[in-house]
């Protein structure tokens, strides 16, 4: 079978981190029996033998390598034997414990890319029916389709759909069949993975519903940068509603996002508005970040977020909403989460997370709402 591109690559990445990675375990080159001493056995035997280990893995992902450019379906077994061997090495002590989750990782990530790369799900499904009590292929077929489908639940969660919920089904089906009790138990596990992408696709199907809707009247318990925030305020401006929380990574990596559409489309009749809710957080004068406390008051909190926005130059207003049915309003699963609604109060655009895309999506929308797209 002819090597793809991705496959080469995928390979090729792998043997390029798999040494510094394993000397990275411990900061020291391995000075111990040659790799072409160490077995699997032997490693069982002395399992508290880091170099060892470190060694072993390097020698056995480069035979992987080599083997996968004339017989990469060869490989893929062979990197499936050689984990079920490492799963029989018991090491005790630290820096043997650490090499071995090292190497193990990346035989795991170089057998997924070989076999992600080489079958098609109609294969995997043939070599399903040919090992009907080996959980093995199941779980490639689990991985390959959740990340062929992971990515586009959010940006076409219709075209997921099917191939999702067929998934599903198969492997419901196969659970049913089975007679094997440990083997029903790891296909009915690997349904409820992709599981995970059948709830992600019905929320997106939510949000999807609200458009063409009539935004929520605005709810806020109380404001930060604003006295007060109504609908009378925003009428006739383009709403831009962005739901965070200050612990979330995604939400402030979208900040500077966020802070460039309210510096340059504010005049041009776009009101930015940061929706958030209490969640128990007081501000550390020390480390000048939020930190959660024990019975943090409302007003606390609201001062909290006050100095936040300043050290995140967030200068628009944020709305705090404790019962939080603004956020079950507009389907608010995951965040950061946008809500674009027209100068008619309209909701016209929703979009869930943080990066370019996204971002992109959203001031195109806005743009085009002032009439620029």
Same mark, same amino acid.
């Given at each position: %079978?002819? %090597? ?5 690559? #995928? $390979? ?8 510094? #990675? ?30 060892? &280990? ?68 109609? =294969? ?10 080996? !959980?093995?292929?199941?779980?490639? +077929?689990?991985?390959?389709? +959740? ?22 089904? +198969? ?73 965070? #929380? $200050? ?25 930015? $508005? ?42 628009? !207003? ?10 079950? +309003? ?10 674009? &609604? =027209? ?18 999506? $959203?001031? #195109? ?9």
């Amino acid at each position: %079978m002819r %090597m793809t591109k991705t496959l080469m690559t #995928a $390979i090729l990445l792998t043997s390029a981190i798999i040494a510094p #990675a394993l000397l990275r375990a411990e900061e020291t080159p391995s000075e111990t029996a040659p790799a072409e001493s160490v077995t699997l056995e032997t490693l069982q035997a002395s399992p508290d033998d880091a170099d060892a &280990i470190k060694a072993f893995g390097e020698k056995q992902l480069e035979a992987a390598k080599a083997l996968s450019e004339k017989e990469p379906e060869a490989a893929v077994e062979m990197l499936s034997k050689l984990q079920a061997g490492l799963a029989e090495v018991k090491p005790t002590e630290r820096p043997a414990v650490v090499a071995l989750m090292i190497v193990r990782n990346q035989v795991g990530m170089t057998e997924r890319n070989l076999a992600n790369s080489l079958w098609s799900l109609e =294969d995997m499904k043939a070599k399903i029916a040919e090992s009907p009590t080996d !959980p093995a292929w199941v779980n490639r +077929y689990t991985m390959k389709l +959740y990340a062929d489908n992971a990515v586009l639940v959010r940006s076409d969660w219709q075209k997921a759909k099917e191939p999702v919920d067929a998934g599903v089904a +198969y492997l419901e089906k196969l659970a049913e069949e089975s007679e094997d009790e440990a083997y029903q138990t790891a296909v009915k596990r690997a349904a409820s993975q992709l599981g995970r992408l059948q709830r992600s696709i019905e929320s997106q199907k939510k949000l999807a519903a609200l458009i063409g809707k009539p935004a929520m009247p605005l709810s806020a318990d109380t404001c930060v940068n604003a006295e007060s925030l109504t609908d009378a305020d925003v009428k006739g401006k383009v709403v831009v509603l962005d739901f965070f #929380a $200050i612990w979330c990574g995604p939400c402030i990596a979208s900040f500077p996002h966020v802070r460039h559409w309210n510096a340059d489309l504010a005049d041009k009749g776009v009101q930015v $508005i940061g929706v958030t809710s209490y969640y128990g957080y007081d501000w550390n004068e020390e480390t000048e970040k939020p930190a959660r406390g024990e019975d943090v008051s409302h007003e606390a909190e609201v001062a909290m977020l006050g100095k936040f926005a300043k050290s995140h130059e967030l200068t628009y !207003p944020l709305i705090v909403n404790e019962s939080k049915d603004i956020f079950k +309003y507009y389907g608010v699963s995951g965040i950061p989460q946008v809500v674009v &609604i =027209d100068q008619t109060g309209i909701v016209q655009l929703v979009k869930v997370g943080s990066g370019e895309a996204n971002a992109k999506a $959203i001031e #195109a929308k806005v743009k085009e709402l002032l009439g620029e797209g």
